[in-house]
């Protein structure tokens, strides 16, 4: 028998695409990296979300010949070890990008409304909240983006073309054509970009060669009032140092989708920090995406089944 063996819930058209192609999909029986270590056996496949794929569950599938990752980043997989075995790595970029670019203007739209105070005021009975609330409007507002990749670019064409905001940009990576094509202007200071900004979404990815963390130094240079938004990686911005800027009131708010450690210790200061919302990880999560996600993993998998090398390998 032929088996995929699955970390995490993935779309169920996945699934039957799986099934229709002669590999039987097998569930861990909990989302966590030991039940993993004892379950995988002979699988000769794997598709994992988040959890990511241990050295040490590598070492306990002495039959597997891929790990396909759901999703775009993969540093919580052994790629290393998988390669000096022959084990294929994949991924599966910008199947997300969209539904991620619309949670983060979604959190810009709800830090600028107050949307959660909104609605705990109604809740609680407190309709003279209307009274008391002072949004802001994003319409002719300056965003900054740091990273300009397939999610920062949608970010970008919805705030210019659907809210009328001023976009501007940052990314040693990306080539001068991609800013022009989507008419967004290359700031290669950031710390002057963020001088400019009403509204700053974080967007770089783990493995940029210069990470840019949003530190005390990048809190004092932005615009007092000013928004942060982070849907990119939890290590992007010092915890210690937003929680300060949200006490001072030197942000208006932030949101983050993405934390240092997920889930966060009850514990954690940030659930306590005033004017942030939080969510978990949620940015790729819509059917649409989800299902774009799952089908291309599952498709990695038969490729890499029958012989043929898989569309996106991660190699060392």
């Not at 002495?62 to 919580?76: C, F, I, Q, S, T």
């Not at 022009?180 to 200071?189: N, Y």
């Not at 060669?209 to 990686?233: C, E, H, I, K, Y």
């Amino acid at each position: 028998m032929t088996r995929c063996f699955i970390t995490q819930p993935i779309h169920a058209d996945a699934l039957e695409f799986l099934r229709a192609n002669g590999v039987t999909p097998q569930y861990a029986s909990s989302p966590d990296m030991d039940a993993v270590i004892a379950e995988i056996g002979d699988a000769q496949a794997v598709i994992t979300r988040d959890l990511g794929f241990s050295a040490q569950a590598l070492a306990r599938a002495p039959a597997l010949r891929v790990v396909a990752y759901h999703g775009a980043g993969v540093n919580k997989v052994a790629i290393a070890e998988a390669a000096a075995r022959g084990i294929f790595v994949t991924r599966t970029p910008e199947m997300n990008s969209r539904s991620v670019a619309e949670m983060a203007i979604g959190m810009m739209l709800a830090v600028a409304r107050q949307l959660i105070p909104a609605d705990r005021a109604v809740r609680d009975g407190q309709w003279a909240f209307r009274y008391a609330a002072r949004g802001i409007e994003l319409h002719g507002k300056t965003l900054a983006l740091v990273g300009f990749g397939a999610i920062a670019r949608h970010v970008a064409d919805i705030a210019a073309q659907g809210l009328g905001m001023r976009v501007l940009a940052y990314s040693p990576s990306v080539p001068d054509d991609v800013f022009a094509r989507h008419g967004v202007p290359r700031r290669t200071d950031i710390h002057a970009m963020l001088r400019e900004a009403d509204f700053v979404s974080l967007h770089r990815p783990s493995n940029a060669r210069d990470p840019f963390v949003m530190d005390a130094q990048a809190f004092a240079t932005l615009r007092r009032g000013a928004v942060l938004v982070n849907t990119s990686r939890g290590a992007a911005v010092d915890r210690a140092a937003l929680i300060a800027a949200l006490q001072e009131g030197r942000l208006a708010g932030a949101a983050l989708d993405v934390l240092p450690e997920e889930p966060p210790a009850l514990t954690d200061p940030l659930l306590h920090a005033p004017n942030l919302i939080l969510a978990p990880h949620l940015g790729a999560a819509t059917d649409e995406a989800l299902r774009r996600m799952a089908m291309m993993c599952a498709q990695q998998v038969l490729d890499v089944l029958a012989g043929r090398e898989p569309a996106h390998i991660v190699r060392p």
